[in-house]
């Protein structure tokens, strides 16, 4: 069987959550990184026009959450139990919601980005927060075996927690120590640290 993971050539993002899926379920990949000069070529090749595409024996699946449900459930990394895994997929298409709302996009003048992403993260996020800090059955979302959720939501966190967006401290969450417990002990998790740190 070939396994191929599509993405940009940047560990971050929706291709950082696949790649960790990948890695930590144990299934060898060629792990594909675009130049930015390849994709307008590539993208018309691509479903939906967009990465990551995770490709099986010349079969393409595109859309992040589709490709961590996908691996989850045949790895044992999506629960079994169709409410729970429910719970999961809602967690994560939070990610997406959150990616998607996220203020502040390329061009926009300083001025105006500090103010969107300071109510943004007064509103919006601290809302966001308070749901995910509620889920935490800790040190991951469903106790103590990791799942794909935990890879998708860690991946969203390390941008805050690397100081990634303007205006917005890494110390944001600081507020709900379970995603900062959460955050650690993902980030210690030795998959994570065998890919972050190869
Ligand atoms: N809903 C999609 C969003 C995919 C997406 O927007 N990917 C970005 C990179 S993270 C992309 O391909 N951008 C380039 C483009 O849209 O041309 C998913 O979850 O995979």
Redesign the pocket.
């Known amino acids: 069987m070939s396994t191929s993971l599509t ?2 050539n940047f560990d971050a ?3 950082l959550e696949c790649r960790l899926a990948l890695t930590i379920a144990g299934v060898p990949f060629e792990d594909v990184r675009l130049k930015r000069e390849q ?1 307008p070529e590539t ?1 018309l090749t ?1 479903p ?5 595409v995770l490709e099986i024996d010349g079969k393409k699946l ?6 961590l449900r996908y691996l989850g459930s045949q790895h044992g990394m999506h629960p079994a139990d169709a409410w729970t895994a429910s719970q999961h997929d809602s967690l994560m298409q939070s990610v ?1 919601d959150l ?1 998607h709302k996220m203020p502040g996009g390329r061009g926009m003048p300083d001025e105006e980005k500090k103010e969107k992403r300071e109510a943004f993260s007064a509103g919006w996020l601290t809302r966001w927060a308070a749901t995910i800090d509620d889920q935490l059955q800790g040190p991951y979302l469903e106790g103590e075996t990791l799942h794909v959720a935990d890879l998708k939501l860690y991946t969203v966190l390390r941008a805050f927690m690397t100081d990634n967006y303007d205006h917005i401290p890494a110390t944001f969450f600081d507020p709900w120590p379970s995603i900062r417990t959460f955050y650690e002990a993902v980030d210690a998790h030795e998959g994570v640290r065998a890919w972050l740190d190869r």
């Open positions: 993405y940009f993002s929706r291709g994709w993208k691509m939906y026009g967009a990465l990551p595109a859309q992040s959450t589709a490709i997406e990616r």
